[in-house]
């Protein structure tokens, strides 16, 4: 049995009343739906209504747009949803991860270099609280990636340090920021992924299911999955 009530949820009576009482009165299929995050491929009405209504997903990941797009494609999705969305962006470098006219403060390197946990702290604080503005309650971020393989394709510029101990001490700083903002989370990535590996773990999974899966031909099609 979870523990509501305990690290990491914390919720208090109310809220663990609410959990309970929800997924008692959810069907199996809604419950299956809540085990998917979509990536948003449009933000016509329509569209995202039958995502929540016809398939009741947990949370969305959207494409990136301007603040009053993203606001009103966010109010859709709250305000038609049966169970309220985790809502993602990506703000591992500023306001701009949530929409395109956000605040762009830096790539994480940059706040790696100054030694100085404050600057860390304060993107994570500005960050989502733009993206909170918008409707946004998760971000995928901050980059905890530990930049140890230079071979690496992806990492570069996006990690704090190749310092373990500089990047534990952004990350943290990161969160206790983002946690400024009330209902706000954040998630780490990728650690300790792309950091250390030598491929794009974003087409790896991919390729890796295709060669594992007898009589599943590795096309050039697959690898530019």
């Known amino acids: 049995m ?8 914390f919720l208090d009576d109310e809220g663990v009343a609410w959990v309970k009482n929800t997924i008692a009165g959810m069907t199996l299929e809604e419950k299956i739906g ?14 995202l209504k039958e995502s929540v209504q016809k398939y009741h997903i947990g949370g969305v990941r959207y494409n990136p747009g301007k603040s009053d797009e993203i606001y009103e494609q966010n109010r859709i999705l709250q305000e038609n ?11 591992e470098g500023g306001g701009n991860g949530a929409c395109t006219d956000g605040t762009e403060i830096g ?4 706040i790696g270099a100054t030694g100085d946990e404050k600057y860390a702290y ?13 409707g946004c309650n998760l971000s995928f971020a901050p980059l905890s990636d530990i930049n140890q393989n230079w071979r690496n394709p992806v990492i570069s510029k996006r990690c704090f340090s190749n310092d373990p101990d500089v ?5 943290q ?6 946690h400024e903002n009330a209902g706000f989370g954040c998630a780490a990535k ?3 992924g792309d950091g250390i590996d030598e491929r794009d773990q974003h087409l790896s999974p991919v390729l890796t299911a295709r060669t594992a899966i007898p009589g599943w031909p590795l096309t050039e099609k697959c690898t530019k999955a």
Do not use: W
């Open 2 to 9: 979870v523990d509501l009530r305990a690290n990491p949820f």
């Open 34 to 47: 809540q085990l998917f995050f979509n990536m948003g491929s449009s933000r016509e009405e329509s569209y």
């Open 81 to 91: 949803a049966k169970i309220p969305l985790i809502i993602a962006c990506n703000t």
């Open 107 to 110: 790539m994480p390197v940059k």
């Open 122 to 134: 304060e993107m994570g604080r500005i960050a989502n609280k733009e993206a909170a503005a918008i």
């Open 167 to 171: 990047v534990a001490r952004m990350t």
């Open 173 to 178: 700083a990161y969160f206790k920021g983002t």
């Open 190 to 192: 990728h650690f300790p």
